[in-house]
């Protein structure tokens, strides 16, 4: 199959460079969807068969090469689940978690946490692969380049951008020199496998600002004046709610601080609605234990409560109430898109009467151009909204993983 059917333009042009320069490092940085992945998938692949043959002129028969990837879940879904489908290969992890292909013993490190850092130590390794580098444990990150000793080796990189001033930006790209460590920048624009349609369609559901910025032309941006850049009042506020056929809650403990326990709901046709919001300043468990229990009252005592975990005795003196609280997944940045994206596409509404302290919040939650976060003020009721959004989506796709993972087993089996 020719070349230009299987690879982009920038993929092509990448390919060939990789394959003629003596490189160290290579990081693929840019715009989600624009072909990052399937090349490093690849690239990874070649550079197996470039260690093997490496080792073999240093006397090594079966070489080391580090696969990193930021949880096992990443490393399934944007690694091996890929080069097993595209392929037709069936890796088989040992009971270290690791594996062997091409005659080179692939050791998997978890990069997302210092955990990652246990087994890696020690080895020689003949190149490394490290997916969504931006995640990576800058402490792990540091250890695999040192790993990386053998002969020939090679490291490639792949990452959606983040904020200017992230230490993968200033310490490896700003310093890419197009031999030693070279930095290929892609936007959505690069994947010519992609239809107009398509591309037209994801740009207009992109959050603006900082995610389009980043999502669409790759670039390392901060965010700049308010988080939720697409929030319009005349289009988000409703007065009355449709059908509401699932209820679930945000829960973001405080003190000093005002706490906030918020109500959603879903209709039938997916979209969200914050009904009610309880902010509070200096009070005690007990008072938000009733507040809950009112709320199971009123909406049904099987309601979920994604609560805050920094506080994980409220969590389970809530559970032993009878409450369904479980802890939020808290991740920031991907959970204020998630918000994001919902209002942008016209599928988040806010309940007029129900709410007041977020009233002042969606305009005033802004970001902070240093850090690339927002500022940790403004932001009590619409953490809530973001702990119970972000955790109810990743609890929907699970299920929907769940479905496609018994089709494809099916479909090995039978089909």
């Not at 995640?135 to 959606?160: P, W, Y």
């Not at 199971?296 to 809530?318: L, M, N, T």
Request: net charge neutral; glycine share 8%.
């Amino acid at each position: 199959m020719p070349l230009n059917r299987l690879y982009t333009k920038k993929q092509r042009n990448i390919i060939k460079a990789s394959r003629e320069k003596d490189w160290f490092m290579m990081i693929n940085h840019g715009a989600v969807r624009a072909g990052k992945t399937v090349l490093d998938n690849d690239l990874f692949l070649f550079e197996l068969k470039r260690a093997k043959k490496n080792a073999e002129e240093d006397g090594v028969m079966t070489p080391m090469y580090i696969l990193g990837s930021t949880s096992a879940g990443t490393l399934q879904t944007n690694i091996i689940r890929e080069i097993e489908d595209k392929y037709a290969q069936d890796i088989k992890f040992d009971r270290y978690g690791n594996f062997t292909f091409w005659g080179v013993y692939v050791v998997t490190t978890f990069t997302g946490s210092i955990a990652g850092l246990k087994s890696i130590r020690g080895m020689t390794a003949y190149g490394a692969y490290i997916n969504e580098a931006t995640l990576a444990n800058k402490e792990v990150f540091d250890e695999i380049v040192k790993r990386c000793s053998g002969l020939g080796a090679r490291i490639i990189l792949d990452t959606n951008p983040d904020h200017p001033n992230h230490w993968l930006k200033v310490d490896y790209i700003d310093k890419a020199d197009g031999e030693k460590i070279v930095a290929n920048h892609f936007t959505i624009f690069d994947n010519d496998f992609l239809n107009k349609r398509y591309v037209d369609n994801l740009i207009a559901v992109t959050p603006s600002g900082v995610f389009t910025e980043r999502g669409i032309y790759g670039r390392w941006t901060s965010g700049e004046g308010a988080v939720y850049t697409d929030f319009d009042e005349k289009k988000h506020y409703v007065d009355e709610l449709p059908e509401i056929k699932k209820y679930f809650c945000g829960v973001d403990w405080g003190y000093e601080h005002w706490g906030s326990i918020v109500v959603m709901g879903e209709d039938e046709n997916g979209k969200t609605y914050l009904i009610e919001e309880h902010a509070a300043q200096h009070e005690e468990i007990d008072y938000w234990v009733k507040v809950a229990k009112d709320i199971q009252k009123r909406y049904g005592v099987h309601i979920p409560f994604y609560a805050d975990s920094a506080r994980p005795e409220h969590v389970a003196r809530f559970v032993r109430e009878g409450i369904r609280a479980q802890n939020a997944n808290k991740s920031v940045l991907s959970g204020i898109e998630e918000v994001a994206k919902l209002f942008k596409q016209g599928r988040l509404f806010v309940l007029r009467s129900g709410v007041s302290k977020f009233n002042d919040e969606i305009y005033q939650y802004v970001w902070n151009k240093k850090t690339g976060e927002p500022v940790k003020e403004n932001d009590d009721v619409l953490d809530a909204v973001r702990y119970a959004i972000y955790s109810r989506s990743i609890v929907k796709n699970r299920k929907m993983g769940t479905t496609d993972q018994k089709l494809r087993t099916a479909k090995r089996l039978f089909g």
